[in-house]
């Protein structure tokens, strides 16, 4: 194989994996957002009513083997929550950050307008006394003239 080959496999691949990570993090996010609205408050009831049921019958029933079992299943429980809780609180971050840099841009845009005059037709020079003078008469001005002869 030449290096043009060589050059192109390459790039073909980078492609091949950008596009794999593309479609992962779509995955993912769908995931987070169907898993968010998943738990409605009776299903969290529902959840924590069945957890405790079984903690409760494993951990008196079976005696000291059967504890460390369900110290075990709890402390399980408790990560994997503080994971979806450090998830969670990772995503407001990136909204609150996203805000903030829409909120920065739109200030940004409001100074640019509001250091810029608006576009509309230029304001004439006052005149002097000479000029107001020598100009023509208006038509309304002209009739009056007459009118008064």
Do not use: C, Y
Request: a neutral charge.
């Amino acid at each position: 194989m030449n290096f043009e080959q060589l050059r192109h496999r390459v790039e073909r691949a980078e492609r091949l994996v950008q596009g794999r990570a593309d479609d992962t993090q779509v995955h993912w996010n769908t995931l987070r957002r169907v898993w968010r609205e998943g738990w409605t408050a009776p299903r969290i009831v529902i959840a924590g009513l069945i957890s405790g049921f079984v903690a409760g019958k494993l951990e008196p029933a079976k005696g000291r083997a059967m504890a460390g079992q369900a110290t075990r299943w709890v402390q399980m429980f408790s990560a994997v929550s503080g994971m979806f809780s450090a998830m969670q609180a990772q995503a407001a971050s990136d909204d609150a950050e996203r805000a903030g840099d829409e909120a920065e841009r739109a200030a940004d845009h409001a100074e640019v307008a509001a250091t810029t005059p608006p576009p509309g037709p230029a304001r004439p020079a006052p005149r002097t006394a000479v000029e107001e003078e020598a100009r023509a008469p208006r038509p309304a001005e002209a009739a009056t003239e007459i009118s008064e002869r």
